[in-house]
């Protein structure tokens, strides 16, 4: 008969019969990670060389750990790999042979992985190995701390691995994890969180100065707007008049801000940035502002002139560097005097043109706009005494129109081109009114105030009134949330009342929404009448922040407390101009798309105004912007760029992935303010 054997070390081998294919023992018990049993059959003198051994059934301690090492079943190897028992089934010589029941049974706690599955929304370590519960309190330390115990079992130890106290902006500490008395076959580290924060819909948080870091709690598809205002002239018009223009003497600032993930994570995509590379850049030109001084000896005759114009006077004047003849066409209530350069009076005074010059100034003149003017004095403003008259000159250039004024009197000159004379239908020139509007207010403010106030107030306040001239000639509300796409403004307005550039101290469409968002707060929140809203701002903004404006002129002098003043006495009177900045630019970036307590950041004229900055390509040879770009939580990326003296801007910061973000900003100026709003 032969005979088959059939080892299983460390036992006996057993002969057996070949037609029982018994197999002794049936059972097998390990006792040690990495301890084996050999199996070995025999058919007489020959020995298997196919034995198989195949895993039919297998209850685990750890459901990830499987008990026996796969790679070693196939050479006939039985090798201990965590505890659990599994059965096999034995084949040899082409036979089914029965099977074998393996038992792993360890004889103290072991470690076999340590994770932390909920990462990085919960930093809870999980412990996960054998006879867990049996593990004294301190078996297990991090950064040389006991840890607190939060549950055990038989498999899984649940622990908080408590807060790392670190300098670097980050979310989390790479720590090892010591074990004492217990042997452990892991040796990764864990992730120690640091200190985080946490913004509900709505809430903001403030820094100031150079750096700021701010280590965000993951919120999945969280979305931050980081607004920045340069404090630097509100600070000094405290103490010492500002400047009309400021000289540069505080250099442009160059900022960054950084995403300090140590390295992308997977599956976050980056958000195109701001499309400037850090460096250093040519300040802005001093252009030529449309606000002159009259030369005297040009403009003699019509500022001294002693009697009232008539249709068909004739006067020789320069217009920015040119002579001309003008001829008086028209004379409009209640006190303007139109007249055309003489080359140009056929194509500017026609048919076509004459209607939409008319709707303009019988608009402009009716006594609800020059009611809306006397904020300034109740004295109508004047080329000369003698004539009573305000002189507004038109040629054709495609320029933009200037208000000329000085001790002695004050003109207009226009240019047809820019008035969008032509070019409108039927409707009246609407350009033509809003940059009438714009020069009047300047001759206004000349004429009581001479001209007192920073370029943002000067420039902003003419489109302030300019503005809301268009607006009143439209019959649209203040607060009519137009949408960004809806033509009723002819897209210009959108240009001509948001900021794209953040450049706020060259005012016009850079400061004027500022100033419009105030007089809105103090007539909606504080039920302060608009006239009289517009008025406190109007007027403030030509005293200066604290009351020490200066202005065009030497003889500039301001005339009132102040624009921080006048919004105490009728609105909050803890008002601040720098937080204000603060939220006029969140207000613009979270319009309308805020949700829940972020509905508040608004901006009521227009419907998602945002649109027209993040929209907008850069269009100044400056490369400055006012939107300055997005970033995306865990992309490990960053923002950079500069910005000049006083200049505002904003930027936003998504998280989709809910990978948390350590926030780090950095500015070379002190002066540099910082407002973080979560708007979603």
């Not at 809430?203 to 709690?217: A, V």
């Not at 943002?456 to 203040?478: K, T």
């Not at 990326?637 to 801007?649: L, T, V």
């Amino acid at each position: 008969m032969n005979n088959l054997t059939v080892e299983v070390p460390p036992i006996d081998p057993v002969i057996i019969e070949a037609r029982s294919w018994e197999i002794n023992p049936r059972e097998v018990n390990l006792t040690s990670v990495g301890d084996t049993a050999s199996v070995a059959a025999r058919l007489g003198e020959d020995k298997a060389t196919d034995i198989t051994l195949r895993v039919s059934s297998e209850n685990r301690w750890l459901e990830e750990a499987s008990v026996l090492e796969a790679d070693e079943l196939n050479q006939g190897v039985i090798r201990a790999a965590a505890p659990g028992d599994a059965r096999l089934d034995v084949s040899a010589f082409g036979i089914e042979m029965g099977e074998i029941l393996v038992n792993v049974a360890l004889e103290a706690p072991k470690v076999f992985f340590v994770q932390q599955p909920l990462w990085p929304g919960e930093a809870t370590v999980e412990v996960r190995g054998y006879r867990m519960d049996d593990l004294p309190l301190d078996a297990i330390t991090i950064d040389g701390e006991v840890p607190n115990h939060i549950e055990a079992d038989s498999a899984s130890l649940r622990i908080d691995p408590g807060l790392a106290m670190t300098n670097d902006c980050v979310l989390s500490v790479d720590q090892a994890m010591d074990f004492h008395g217990v042997v452990s076959l892991w040796g990764d580290v864990i992730k120690q969180p640091t200190p985080t924060d946490s913004l509900a819909i709505g809430e903001t948080r403030r820094f100031s100065g150079r750096d700021f870091c701010l280590r965000l709690q993951p919120v999945q598809d969280a979305s931050y707007v980081l607004a920045q205002v340069d404090r630097y002239l509100i600070d000094q018009s405290s103490t010492t008049p500002e400047p009309f223009w400021d000289n540069n003497t505080h250099a442009q600032h160059n900022f960054m801000i950084t995403d300090r993930h140590a390295e992308p994570i997977s599956g976050v995509s980056s958000v195109k940035a701001f499309p400037n590379s850090l460096g250093k850049y040519a300040a802005p030109a001093k252009h030529a502002d449309p606000i002159i001084h009259a030369d005297q000896t040009t403009a003699q005759s019509v500022l001294v002139r002693s009697t009232p114009w008539a249709v068909g006077d004739i006067f020789t004047m320069e217009d920015r560097g040119e002579v001309f003849e003008w001829s008086v066409v028209k004379l409009y209530p209640p006190n303007f005097v139109f007249a055309v350069a003489r080359p140009d009076s056929i194509k500017i005074w026609q048919q076509e043109t004459i209607a939409k010059i008319d709707s303009a100034f019988a608009h402009i003149g009716s006594n609800e706009i020059q009611e809306f003017y006397r904020m300034f004095g109740n004295e109508l403003p004047v080329t000369s005494d003698g004539s009573g008259q305000l002189l507004v000159m038109m040629r054709d250039i495609n320029q933009s129109g200037l208000a000329s004024c000085s001790n002695v009197g004050a003109y207009m000159a226009l240019g047809s081109g820019i008035a969008g004379l032509g070019n409108n239908g039927p409707q009246p020139a609407r350009t033509l009114l809003r940059t009438l509007a714009h020069e009047l207010a300047h001759n206004w403010h000349c004429y009581h105030r001479d001209l007192s106030g920073s370029r943002w107030s000067v420039e902003g306040l003419a489109n302030v009134m300019s503005l809301e001239v268009l607006r009143s000639f439209l019959g649209v509300p203040i607060d009519a949330n137009i949408p960004y796409e809806d033509n009723w403004w002819e897209n210009w307005w959108h240009s001509a009342s948001l900021p794209h550039q953040g450049h706020f101290t060259s005012g016009y469409n850079e400061s004027e929404p500022f100033l419009t968002w105030l007089a809105l707060k103090l007539h909606k929140e504080y039920g302060v009448p608009w006239q009289d809203a517009l008025e406190a701002v109007v007027l403030g903004s030509t005293e200066g922040w604290h009351g020490l404006a200066s202005g065009v002129w030497p003889w500039s002098l301001p005339q009132g407390p102040g624009l921080t003043a006048r919004m105490r006495s009728l609105g909050d009177p803890q008002w601040d101009a720098v937080d204000a900045r603060l939220r006029f630019v969140l207000s613009i970036a979270a319009d309308d798309r805020g949700i829940g307590a972020a509905e508040q950041y608004n901006y009521p004229p227009l419907h998602s105004s945002w649109q027209h900055p993040e929209n907008l390509n850069i269009s100044n040879i400056w490369g400055v912007s006012f939107y300055r770009g997005s970033l995306n939580a865990g992309t490990a990326g960053s923002i950079s760029g500069y910005a000049f003296p006083g200049d505002n801007g904003y930027f936003l910061i998504h998280d989709p992935s809910g990978a948390g973000i350590p926030l780090e900003g950095s500015v070379d100026i002190d002066t540099m303010e910082w407002k973080l709003l979560r708007f979603q």
